[in-house]
């Protein structure tokens, strides 16, 4: 087979954000927008010759094309090896997994994630490094800057390699190995959790319901949830995933999941419900007529992960990122344990897992996992709050209105306010960081600032520095405003506003999180002057 050299030129716009490149199918499917990040990918990391790499994705619309594309490039490169999720699936934090068990030297991973997925919707490509996770910022600079130099690339001419089935082949010199995409990553998952406890609980009754959304944790919640802890067929639903996931947008929370929500407030609902994202690594768990916000399952994790055989010993320390609620705070408190707080995005938690600092982190985006990959892991989650609820014999219910008793209560919610003009929405934001050192002492809505900034972050173990992380403003009483623009989106801009009041109980922990928010939600949209810069007074998104 023979290898040709592409020549090509830069294209615009190749910066990863958040969580790897994402565009428009449509741009990604544009003449050589593949291959040129493909090829600064290989580039930035000293070259693909002699290496292993992990490949997957999310089954989006595309993601076949483009794992041809990229085996053979990788090939042409001359990689020594790439394992291949079968039918080139795999979810996030499977793919993360396998580098780390097959101690490749990274992994491509074809997800957008959230973002819906077809031919006129998202597509997207994330690069992790041989930890098993995110590349860090580093890096992404690194390929950034091979994206805006590349002159040529790399391609073997073949046919496609089949990937339907489990099997090495050859593809050159390289060797293609194509594994099932779920059973490593279900044999882990046994060895974390006590699936006899959780198996004895389904037996006994308990019902639970798990969304796939169309998207990848369907063939791995069957496998786990019904095939391998007994749960009654059906249990998961949207189980197929689908190129443009059924027209669903794959982001479970409660305006996207809607159907679970559904279900869980009538009058047939099970015990426990529970939806991941389009790639797998996120998570929504619902009790019946009770919805978990995302800072209290994490601070609940916290609380009780030692229920789990494989954190028996209790956990070495706990992160969460930035604008996720201090609810997990008091919890490191009360239990010693270190705390650190990140920007957001996955990549930042990589290094204080590998140093051992900490083996729990979160994100308020519905987002938590351990270091047992390093990746964020939907269906971990849901089966540590299965094995928690049947270590204490608990319903979902009581234990979160149980740890609001003991810890008080963070009320949280993220406002999104989509589409909004890119210039108009960053002009807001720099006029408010522009006033952000004049504020504190000032009296808003009741509330006194004590603090007012720019988050900037100084990684403890490498010393590097993330600047601009969004601004923050923090009341005395404890109450915070978080606002930032989302990195992850492909049209316009997404404003999030992040809003946290802490209750201490023992009265006031039961209310409406939005009427308990709302002096501070008034104070967001008077410091910031949302409906002056974008027309906005309502945000798309409440979560
Ligand atoms: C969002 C979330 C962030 C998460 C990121 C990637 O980023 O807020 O917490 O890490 O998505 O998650 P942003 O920049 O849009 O706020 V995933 O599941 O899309 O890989
Ligand atoms: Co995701």
Not at 358 to 384: I, P, Q, Y
Not at 447 to 464: E, K, L, Q, R
Request: a negative charge; aromatic letters at 8%; hydrophobic letters at 40%.
């Amino acid at each position: 087979m023979s290898i040709t050299t592409v020549e090509t030129q830069p294209i615009q716009g190749q910066k990863p954000g958040t969580s790897g490149l994402r565009k428009k199918t449509q741009v990604f499917m544009q003449r050589h927008y593949l291959e040129n990040f493909a090829q600064a990918v290989f580039n930035a990391i000293g070259g693909a010759k002699g290496k292993t790499f992990v490949l997957g994705g999310d089954g989006r619309y595309f993601n076949d094309r483009a794992a041809q594309v990229i085996l053979r490039m990788a090939a042409a490169n001359g990689a020594k090896k790439v394992i291949v999720g079968q039918g080139a699936l795999l979810s996030t934090p499977a793919a993360s997994n396998l580098i780390r068990i097959n101690k490749t030297d990274g992994g491509l991973i074809m997800s957008a994630s959230h973002n819906p997925g077809g031919p006129d919707e998202d597509f997207g490509i994330k690069f992790n490094a041989a930890n098993g996770g995110p590349a860090p910022e580093s890096l992404t600079d690194k390929i950034f800057a091979e994206t805006e130099n590349i002159s040529e690339y790399k391609m073997m001419e073949g046919h496609d390699i089949d990937l339907d089935a489990p099997g090495t082949t050859k593809l050159g010199d390289m060797e293609v190995e194509v594994v099932d995409p779920v059973a490593d990553y279900a044999a882990m998952m046994e060895k974390l959790f006590d699936f006899d406890a959780i198996g004895q609980m389904i037996a006994g009754g308990f019902r639970i319901r798990f969304d796939a959304m169309c998207a990848i944790t369907g063939p791995y919640a069957v496998e786990i949830l019904e095939n391998r802890l007994g749960a009654p067929r059906g249990t998961v639903v949207n189980r197929i995933p689908l190129p443009d996931f059924g027209g669903m947008h794959p982001d479970p929370n409660p305006v996207w999941a809607k159907q679970l929500m559904d279900e869980m407030w009538s009058a047939e609902a099970p015990d426990f419900g529970a939806a991941s994202d389009g790639d797998g690594d996120r998570n929504m768990i619902v009790g019946r007529e009770t919805y978990v916000s995302p800072s209290d399952s994490l601070a609940i994790l916290a609380a009780h992960a030692d229920s789990a055989p494989g954190y028996k010993d209790g956990l070495s320390g706990v992160a969460r990122s930035m604008p996720t609620s201090q609810a997990v705070d008091r919890v490191a408190a009360k239990k010693g344990l270190d705390c650190f707080e990140t920007p957001t995005g996955w990549k930042f938690f990589g290094n204080l897992m590998d140093a051992g600092h900490v083996n729990l982190c979160g994100e308020e985006s519905f987002g938590t996992g351990s270091d047992h990959v390093r990746e964020k892991d939907g269906l971990w989650a849901v089966l540590m709050w299965l094995n928690i609820l049947a270590a204490r014999k608990s319903s979902v219910g009581d234990l979160l209105a149980g740890h609001w008793k003991e810890y008080g209560r963070n009320y949280y919610s993220r406002h999104d306010f989509e589409g909004l003009d890119t210039a108009k929405a960053t002009a807001m934001l720099d006029d408010l960081k522009g006033r952000l050192t004049g504020l504190k002492g000032s009296e808003i809505e009741g509330m006194t600032v004590a603090h007012a900034d720019d988050f900037a972050y100084t990684d403890p173990v490498d010393g590097s520095v993330s600047k601009g992380q969004g601004i923050r403003i923090v009341f005395e009483d404890g109450s915070r405003i978080v606002m930032r623009l989302s990195g992850t989106g492909t049209t316009g801009a997404t404003l999030r506003v992040y809003l946290e009041r802490y209750v201490a109980g023992p009265d006031g922990l039961d209310r409406d999180a939005q009427e308990a928010l709302a002096p501070v939600i008034r104070a967001a949209h008077q410091l910031a002057d949302i409906e002056r810069h974008t027309g906005r007074s309502e945000p798309d998104v409440i979560t």
